[in-house]
């Protein structure tokens, strides 16, 4: 059933984009204009858990591993595709805030191209690594405290923080939450991994250029990391840049984002010396704020934007052509704002 809905509206993106249309996702109604938001034809967690098992099954080249428990005891995995130590290797995170599912929905897609012909041999030069939905307990409104506020309809609320009550991207440093305890645990140390893209989604207003974005990224920015590390990291939003902006409903802005180490795009790059992407989708799937809540008309371009995003850059580190990418469009790439008219 929820199969047959995302078919339809990624078919449903597929279709808009034969003609351009310039802005599509900006254009995507808002929760306040009563769109409907309903969280049923999102994964549930059991759904991802059976897919994940599911294409395990079919894929010779697919790892899937347990690298440990949320706080309600659900297993995390690790999708991990790494058919050579000495490849470059790229770590994808989704859903460390619970309400921003589309990342998943779009990292669940991309899993199932890895084992088509589409993306045959690519993994022979890149190792991937997936830990998608890290807060699944959030995703599942499994937490303790009340949801009663929250606006999306369906057979449940998806919220930011873990049961806790604590939000995992400013658990960083010191790692005490059982979800980023296994992230770090037996992720970020077990592997050497040279690329991550920490996916997100933000608010429905921010603009640049007074057009709604379809998301905006940004690169490390504390002043302990490496300037390597920071070039390799903007190298890595240049490869997402140019694959959006190339299709005519991405717009992109730059992330106002601080310097706090707490959250991953800062910590994990200055610890592990990895290059790190934030990358902020429009609208979310659920929130107690309405203009946070994107109408699901968008979904299939926020799973595409995803797809894109991920088939891009792993195809860029495949063929080394991300060590050559010119970084200068960060210097005139606009901070987004709240749009102010309309
Ligand atoms: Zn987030």
Known sequence: ????????????????????????VGNGPNYGGNETVNTSILHTYDELSDFLQKEHAKQQDM???????????????????MKNRDNPTILFLTQQHGNEQLTTEGALEFVKHLGTGKMKGVTDDVNILIVPML?????MGDVDFSLDDY???????????????????????TKIQPETKALHDN??????????????????????????????????????????????????????????????????????GGSAETISRNGIAVEYGISTLLFEMRGMSDHFYESYVLGQKSNGYL??????TLDATVRAIADRSIETKDVSFWDTLPFQTNRTTE
């Open 135 to 139: 807060n699944a307990d959030g995703a």
């Open 63 to 81: 790892e899937l591993e347990v690298i440990g428990q949320t706080v309600k005891g659900r297993d995390l995995y690790l999708v991990k595709y």
């Open 187 to 256: 992720v970020m140390r077990k592997y050497d991994i040279d690329y991550m893209i920490d996916l997100h989604h933000q608010g429905t207003q921010s603009a640049i250029d007074n057009e709604y974005v379809s998301g905006s990224i940004l690169y490390p920015t504390t002043p302990n990391v490496d300037e390597d590390v920071v070039l390799k990291s903007k190298q890595l939003g240049a490869v997402v840049y140019d694959a959006i902006e190339a299709k005519g409903w991405g717009h992109l802005g730059k992330y106002n």
């Open 151 to 173: 606006v999306a309809s369906g057979d449940r609320n998806l919220t930011r923080y873990n049961a806790l009550g604590i939000d995992l991207n400013r658990d960083h440093i």
């Open 303 to 308: 799973i595409k934007q995803t797809i894109t």
């Open 1 to 24: 059933m929820k199969k047959s809905l995302l078919a339809l509206s990624m078919a449903g993106a597929m279709m808009l984009s034969v003609t351009p249309v310039v802005d599509a």
